[in-house]
């Protein structure tokens, strides 16, 4: 079946610094993707996304990046800020027809120290 | 625009029982997904509404169920709760298309003792 994986599940980086967080899909077919943020005690916040028909695509302060001939995608926090401390997740909107189905990496817990 | 909104906030149950848990989509959306968070298992999908119709439906058995109102607003029920059943329950809301930009609510934690 279709698997999402994150590559690692802590990242510790300084206050001001980039923060990359990368993720891995298995589905050959999945053309859309979302970035996640939970904090504690919340629920996930969108971020991002991106179709399969683009490489890059920018946000405030957040770019993702999908290379389609590895599967992989990635989420750059430039500039990264105490309030970026949580968990993010990528997710697999495996392909259109799928109503309401998001396939959820495991997450990746941010930590910022200041 | 107020976000999704789920009640109650906090549930404490015991094996057996069932519970009802509740959502209200963000005004103008028609799709209401929820998932089930575990540390273990991270983020499933349970099933989807769209127009009081289950339209998809993850691999949960029949104890899980769900329903859609006219107003798009849902429930999720858990009849006969197992230990195993104690999660953040989360619902989703998304325009129409059903899995493309969800908006989650904070969820319901639901401990079963």
């Known amino acids: 079946g279709e698997s999402v994986g994150l590559h690692l599940p802590t990242l510790s980086v300084q206050e001001g610094d980039n923060s990359i967080i990368n993720c891995a899909y298995s589905n050959s077919a999945s053309d859309y993707f979302i970035w996640y943020k939970q904090e504690s005690g919340k629920g996930p916040q969108f971020i991002i996304d991106i179709r399969s028909n683009m490489d890059k695509r920018q946000g405030q302060r957040v770019t993702v990046l999908l290379n389609k001939t590895v599967k992989h995608l990635s989420l750059q926090i430039a500039a990264t800020q105490p309030g970026d401390s949580a968990v993010y997740f990528c997710?697999?909107?495996?392909?259109?027809?799928?109503?309401?189905?998001?396939?959820f990496g495991q997450g990746t817990t941010l930590q910022v120290k200041p | 625009k107020a976000g999704v909104t789920q009640t109650p906030r906090y549930l404490i149950k015991t094996r057996g029982q069932q519970v009802t848990l509740s959502c209200s989509p963000i005004?103008?959306?028609?799709?209401v997904s929820w998932y089930q968070q575990t540390p273990g298992q991270g983020l499933q999908f349970l099933f989807e509404?769209?127009?009081?119709?289950?339209?998809n439906k993850g691999n949960f058995p029949g104890r899980f169920s769900g329903r859609q109102f006219s107003n798009s607003r849902s429930e999720m029920n858990v009849s006969t709760l197992e230990l195993g059943d104690s999660a953040l329950y989360l619902c989703?809301?998304?325009?129409?298309?059903?899995?493309?930009?969800?908006?989650f609510g904070s969820g319901t934690q639901l401990s079963v003792l």
């Open positions: 997710a697999d909107g495996v392909g259109s027809g799928n109503t309401g189905k998001l396939i």
């Open positions: 509404y769209f127009s009081e119709t289950q339209r």
């Open positions: 989703a809301s998304s325009l129409e298309t059903g899995n493309e930009k969800l908006f």
């Open positions: 005004s103008g959306h028609r799709s």
